[in-house]
């Protein structure tokens, strides 16, 4: 299966790319996909223990035991500055 | 009438604000805010603010907020929110709001913006005379690739 990952305003200056498609063997929680992605982007681990950061699934805050499917789409994001 | 949306040009704020009066009947007021781009920050020159949205989320979620704000007291609203890049003076958020009575309408306008400014997801890169930063929330600013 594969999730679209998109990273908003200054989380893609930390990852170096504005989105991504991710491959996993299978359906997983939100919190273990979290983990592999700060594995993959340790800057993006720091900037999460300084900043509040959100995460989208389809566009709604995700839930803790929340899992992910297949077409699914995660957005990261610090908090809105619109206005 | 409800209208909300994330938009990339100027709007026209007389032709609104005449349209709304000429739709209204027994209200008497309309209770207006609009948000422009700062010329100096912290003694900084702004040159520009660039704003990026998430679509199609952050137009569901701005529409959400809209509708979770208003009530039946609420006979017209109107939010238009632009992205893109802006100069200084320009406008960059328009709130229009006509109640049954004042009092409501300020109210709401004022619960609109903050819930906007904190929900909907919109970002700001400012650019000024001392560098690039993103801004956080209210007003935290973060320069461009001091994190990277």
Same mark, same amino acid.
């Given at each position: ?17 504005? @989105? ?21 982007? %340790? ?8 900043? @509040? ?26 908090? %809105?500055?619109?206005? | 009438?409800?209208? &909300? ?19 209204? =009947? ?8 609009? =948000? #422009? ?15 990026? &949205? ?25 939010? #238009?929110?632009?992205? =893109? ?47 690039? #930063? ?15």
């Amino acid at each position: 299966m594969e999730v679209k990952v998109v990273y908003l305003g200054l989380i893609a200056d930390v990852t170096g790319r504005k @989105e991504e498609r991710v491959k996993l063997d299978s359906e997983i929680e939100f919190s273990e996909f979290l983990s592999m992605l700060f594995i993959k982007y %340790p800057k993006l681990k720091e900037l999460s223990e300084k900043l @509040e950061l959100i995460f989208l699934v389809n566009g709604v805050k995700y839930r803790d035991d929340e899992r992910l499917h297949d077409g699914d789409e995660v957005a990261i994001m610090t908090v %809105p500055s619109g206005g | 009438m409800v209208d &909300a949306r994330i938009i990339d040009k100027e709007v026209d704020i007389n032709e609104v604000v005449k349209e709304m009066i000429k739709n209204s =009947g027994s209200e008497g007021s309309l209770v207006m805010f609009l =948000g #422009y781009v700062k010329e100096f920050v912290d003694g900084h020159r702004v040159s520009k603010l660039i704003y990026e &949205a998430y679509e199609p989320y952050s137009t569901q979620i701005l529409k959400r907020v809209v509708d979770e704000v208003i009530d039946d007291d609420i006979t017209d609203v109107r939010v #238009y929110h632009r992205v =893109g890049t802006l100069r200084p003076h320009e406008p960059v958020i328009y709130i229009f709001v006509i109640a049954k009575n004042r009092s409501k309408a300020f109210e709401k306008c004022r619960e609109l913006l903050e819930r906007i400014k904190h929900e909907v997801p919109i970002f700001k890169l400012e650019v000024r005379d001392d560098g690039e #930063y993103w801004i956080v929330g209210d007003g935290l600013r973060v320069k461009r690739n001091s994190l990277t």
